[in-house]
T-cell receptor, first 117, second 112 residues
Framework: DTEVTQTPKHLVMGMTNKKSLKCEQHMGHRAMYWYKQKAKKPPELMFVYSYEKLSINESVPSRFSPECPNSSLLNLHLHALQPEDSALYLC????????????????FGPGTRLLVL | GQQVMQIPQYQHVQEGEDFTTYCNSSTTLSNIQWYKQRPGGHPVFLIQLVKSGEVKKQKRLTFQFGEAKKNSSLHITATQTTDVGTYFCAGAGGTSYGKLTFGQGTILTVHP
């Protein structure tokens, strides 16, 4: 299995809703990532988990809450989002482990298209 | 922090013409990766370059990594309509662990 899966594919939510995005990989990768991508822009790193521990938080607002229950699964909990949070949310994984200044190939999932009304 | 600049932002070509996109990093990179994102799709890994001066080919695609490991290019020979999409470079380096810095991307349109 060489793919990263994400659910749901599309999500529409109001600003008072709570929802979760899910990401799964069965490649034995030990690093998992959340990115946010706006139209015609590059992926913007949000969080990195390494060996199920949060290793990078790119100063993301607390209305986004990541969770890594095990090495195959990554969640992103959403609460009280703003319309400007509407974007494509991409999950990615790579084998790890990390070394200073190193980064291995990212395997991206298909993403969740989020619309906040 | 590390910055990766990519040009051009847009490129329109006629089918059969060549295409090149360039990346420049503000710091020396440990490696550079290239990704392609089709319209409505997600980034898909194309290649990773690690060594200074490295050149790699994939059919009509040629990737180069500069001698100083601060710049890179992707050249497509004789474009086809299937080449349409956004091409991103992404660099690793500095003091980060497992973090890629993406260029802004080049959006390629191929007219038949």
């Amino acid at each position: 299995d060489t793919e990263v899966t994400q659910t749901p594919k599309h999500l529409v939510m109001g600003m008072t809703n709570k929802k979760s995005l899910k990401c799964e990989q069965h490649m034995g990768h030990r690093a998992m990532y959340w990115y946010k991508q706006k139209a015609k822009k590059p992926p913007e790193l949000m969080f990195v988990y390494s060996y199920e521990k949060l290793s990078i938080n790119e100063s993301v607002p607390s209305r986004f809450s990541p969770e890594c229950p095990n090495s195959s699964l990554l969640n992103l909990h959403l609460h009280a989002l703003q319309p400007e949070d509407s974007a494509l949310y991409l999950c990615a994984s790579n084998p790890g482990p990390f070394r200073i200044g190193g980064a291995e190939t990212q395997y991206f999932g298909p993403g969740t298209r989020l619309l906040v009304l | 922090g590390q910055q990766v600049m990519q040009i051009p932002q847009y490129q329109h070509v006629q089918e059969g013409e060549d295409f090149t996109t360039y990346c420049n990093s503000s710091t020396t990179l440990s490696n550079i990766q290239w990704y392609k994102q089709r319209p409505g799709g997600h980034p898909v890994f194309l290649i990773q370059l690690v060594k200074s001066g490295e050149v790699k080919k994939q059919k009509r695609l040629t990737f180069q990594f500069g001698e100083a490991k601060k710049n890179s290019s992707l050249h497509i020979t004789a474009t086809q309509t299937t080449d349409v999409g956004t091409y991103f470079c992404a660099g690793a380096g500095g003091t980060s662990y497992g973090k890629l810095t993406f260029g802004q991307g080049t959006i390629l349109t191929v007219h038949p």
